[in-house]
C-alpha cells in the first residue's frame, strides 16, 4: 500500500455485507472462500488515513442476501468520504439476488443515518465499463447481459464512447458535491 496510495485520489471498496457467511453466498469472496473481514476493513481505512490523502469510497450493493441487514452503525466507524448504496441490477442470471421495491427502499431508510452515504437505484447506462479482456462494454437490449463495443487497447476511445449510451448528466450527478 505504501507504493500505491501516494498514486491515488480515491480508493473505492466493494463490501456487501458486515456477515461473513453472507459475503460468501453473495461472491464476494475469494475461490477459497476468504472474504474481507469487518476487523480488516477497518484496519485498511485507518491505515489509509493515517498514511495518505486518499479518499476512501465503499460500495454495498443490495441484494436478496444482504437485504435486511443494518451496516450503517460499522460503516460510521470507517470515516469514509462516501458510501456509495447501489440496488442490485438483473444481469444473465441473478433474479433471485435481485430486491424488490419495498426491500430497496426500506434498507435505505435503515442505513440512511450516514452523512456520506449516496443511493443508486438504477445504474443502467450511466458506467463505463471495460472487460478483463479490455474491451468498452454495454448493456444489451434484453438487460441480461453485455455486448462489447471495441478494445480500449486497439480502437481510438473517443470512437468507442460515441458508440456506448452513457447518460451523461446522471453520471455527473452522482459525483455532485452536496452541502
Not at 441490477?89 to 434498507?107: G, H, I, P, T, Y
Not at 452515504?117 to 463505463?128: G, H, P, R, W
Amino acid at each position: 500500500m505504501d507504493f500505491v496510495l501516494p498514486n491515488l485520489d480515491c480508493i473505492g471498496i466493494s463490501f456487501h455485507s458486515i456477515c461473513d457467511e453472507t459475503k460468501k453466498k453473495i461472491g464476494s469472496c475469494s475461490n477459497n472462500g476468504t472474504v474481507l473481514t469487518n476487523e480488516r476493513l477497518f484496519d485498511i481505512c485507518q491505515y489509509i488515513r493515517e498514511h495518505s490523502e486518499c479518499k476512501i469510497k465503499l460500495n454495498t450493493v443490495v441484494n436478496s442476501y444482504n437485504k435486511n441487514e443494518l451496516i450503517s452503525g460499522f460503516v460510521k466507524n470507517l470515516c469514509l468520504d462516501r458510501w456509495k448504496i447501489l440496488r442490485c441490477q438483473s444481469f444473465a442470471c441473478n433474479d433471485d439476488m435481485l430486491v424488490n421495491d419495498k426491500e430497496w427502499s426500506d434498507f435505505c431508510l435503515r442505513n440512511g443515518d450516514v452523512d456520506t452515504a449516496v443511493f443508486e437505484d438504477n445504474m443502467k447506462d450511466t458506467y463505463i465499463m471495460i472487460n478483463p479482456a479490455g474491451f468498452l462494454i454495454k448493456q444489451s437490449p434484453d438487460e441480461k447481459s453485455y455486448t462489447s463495443i471495441g478494445s480500449v487497447l486497439e480502437c481510438d476511445m473517443k470512437e468507442l464512447l460515441l458508440q456506448h449510451p452513457l447518460h451523461i448528466d446522471e453520471y455527473k450527478m452522482r459525483y455532485k458535491k452536496t452541502a
